[in-house]
């Protein structure tokens, strides 16, 4: 038997621009992507019987689903035509349905661990490719850098370097649908990635002025919790204030640990929300 674990990291966007829907049902986007230090713990087993088996405490799936983690391992196997038992334990501390990217840095944490486990046979090109297939977010958890995401969000590039923050994650418990989010979204814009403004930041001034999310304009009018925290941290001295994602999680912006931790004390002893401060990755 052959065993390690692997951390998988939570993401939050920065910006999302939504600019127009696909014929195949996906969305156009145009993201900033940053991974933060809150990750679920995955523990991979290679041995034993035969197949792929996922284990994930506390997540309810719809019947005849599967975790995207056996997805991916399967997916792996086929790719590299290698036969070996693997179990997966997931111990996940990421919200799920929060608009942070838990299941798919759990499928591209597989993919990464396996990879290496088994003697690392497949490039990062390949792992990219394989990652496309599991869902948009999951190549983003692959590129382990923070990108600028366009297309569905597969498209990759490098992001010059961000200034230094720390975030303060709120998440009020709300479980949020990104498919009705993505479904009610009155399209506007014309849909020209060449008009966006380029996300372009030196300063944590300019980082704040660049956040925008547009999935906020259907979800906060559905859940005005979201729009009230957003207050709250402004309230607590965050430079800025973003729903991630389709939501329903929040962050703030905070110069540094410290104050994103003691803003998080102040939270924590007045509501029963979901905090969480953060350095990013």
Known sequence: MLRKSFRAPAKINLCLHVLGRLEDGYHEVAMAMQRVELCDDIHLQLGGASGVRAVCRGVELLPGEENITARAARLF???????????INI???????????????????????????????????QLLLLAEEL????????????????????????????????????????????????????????????????????????????????????TLPQFPLIAEIKQRLLALGALGALMSGSGATVFGVFTDFTAANKAAEELTAETDWWVYPVRPI
């Open 77 to 87: 196997l086929e790719k590299t035509a290698i036969d070996v038992g693997i179990d």
């Open 135 to 218: 869902g948009a977010d999951v190549p983003f958890f692959i590129f382990q850098q923070p990108a600028w995401a366009t297309g569905i969000g597969t498209k990759l590039e490098l992001l010059p370097v961000l200034p230094e923050v720390a975030y303060l994650l709120i998440n009020p418990g709300i479980a949020v649908s990104t498919a009705d989010v993505y479904r009610r979204l009155q399209l506007t814009k014309g849909g020209e990635l060449a008009n966006l403004p380029r996300f372009s930041v030196v300063t944590r001034d300019d980082l704040c002025a660049a956040l925008h999310n547009d999935l906020e304009s259907v």
């Open 91 to 125: 111990k996940k501390n990421i919200p799920v349905a929060a608009g942070l990217g838990g299941g798919s840095s759990d499928a591209a944490t597989v993919l990464l661990g396996l990879n290496e486990m088994l003697g690392k046979s497949l490039g990062m090109e």
